[in-house]
């Protein structure tokens, strides 16, 4: 379950044509990655020992500040459309969403 789709939000509206928001468990918080439909998942390349815990530690590293979203192009979001479905599985799953260490600093 770790490297697979915890749950799958189709998306509307010309910047999220043809994408999904597919939330992963990652440190044991959610974590929602914004996939295009006619691509490969990233929890399809667990086959190939790419795991989506992998992909979110390696987008992480590349950001200044980590974050609970990911859009296509690896960047962190801020939608508030998209943090609400992140906090509806949030919510319907039990999981925590991901906080960044700058916000768990001040949220603790």
Known sequence: MINDVLASHPLRGKTFKDCVLNVYVYEAALVGV???????????????????????????????HPAALIGRDGRALNYSELRRLLYQTAEESGWPVFRSPVEASFLD
């Open 34 to 64: 914004v996939e295009h439909t006619q691509y490969r998942r990233i929890c399809d390349m667990n086959s190939f020992g790419f795991t989506a815990q992998d992909y979110i530690a390696w987008r992480h590293q590349q950001q200044e």
